[in-house]
Nanobody, 127 residues
Framework: VQLQASGGGLVQPGGSLRLSCAAS????????IGWIRQAPGKEREWVSC????????YYADSVKGRFTIPRDNAKNTAYLQMNGLKPEDTAVYYC?????????????????????WGQGTQVTVSS
């Protein structure tokens, strides 16, 4: 199981970025997918997740209304579309997957309880 996050970079406040999470080694349509971030000197913080059944989505209050988390099972990829970026969004962003093969999930972990993690991608919001 491999998860590859990409798309990070430097962006000005108010700008947008789209992170991608490319998956391999498992059937992507089954697990729930989450995004977690870690700012310098801080604990990891859950950001958002999407279920595998009905694509139910959940967001941390700090990003609600600014971020969305679509997934494209045909491309084995999930995304984190980030709009209205703020300096406090600066962090390393990780994608993660949770679940067992062959089972759909109607919810997703709102926290750090994920089975598989990818490497992070740096997002820096600064003028």
């Amino acid at each position: 199981v491999q998860l590859q996050a990409s798309g990070g970079g430097l962006v000005q406040p108010g700008g947008s970025l789209r992170l991608s999470c490319a998956a391999s080694g498992f059937t992507f349509k089954y697990p729930a997918i989450g995004w977690i971030r870690q700012a310098p000197g801080k604990e990891r913080e859950w950001v958002s997740c999407i279920s595998s059944a009905h694509d139910n989505t959940y967001y941390a209050d700090s990003v609600k209304g600014r971020f969305t988390i679509p997934r494209d099972n045909a491309k084995n990829t999930a995304y984190l579309q980030m709009n209205g970026l703020k300096p406090e969004d600066t962090a390393v962003y990780y994608c993660a997957a949770n679940g067992v093969p062959g089972r759909y999930y109607y919810d997703c972990p709102i926290g750090l309880e994920y089975d598989y993690w990818g490497q992070g991608t740096q997002v820096t919001v600064s003028s």
